[in-house]
């Protein structure tokens, strides 16, 4: 089952949010970079050769917008 009809996810309003973020991610301070990969991965193991990251669950994608914006906002 996809993502966006799982989770009830908008997909274009998810695309748009991905890309600004995209565009503005560069200028970020890393302390809010930070924020955002920790929201978004659950575990990262690192093993013989290979990196594995596990991501969270998807929040809503009312939940997505308002934490970047609350983010960028800083």
């Known amino acids: 089952r996809?993502?966006?009809d799982?989770?009830?996810l908008?997909?274009?309003e998810v695309v748009a949010e991905a890309k600004?973020?995209?565009t503005?991610?560069?200028?970020?301070?890393?302390?809010?970079?930070?924020?955002i990969v920790e929201?978004?991965?659950?575990?990262?193991?690192?093993g013989n050769g290979e990196i594995d990251i596990t991501l969270s669950h998807a929040p809503?994608?009312?939940e997505l917008i308002q934490n970047q914006q609350a983010l960028?906002?800083?």
């Open 20 to 22: 600004a973020l995209y």
């Open 24 to 35: 503005r991610w560069p200028t970020l301070p890393v302390e809010n970079r930070r924020k």
């Open 6 to 8: 799982q989770y009830g």
């Open 60 to 62: 809503s994608s009312e």
């Open 39 to 46: 929201s978004i991965v659950e575990k990262i193991t690192i």
């Open 10 to 12: 908008n997909h274009e």
């Open 72 to 74: 960028c906002a800083r």
């Open 2 to 4: 996809h993502l966006c």
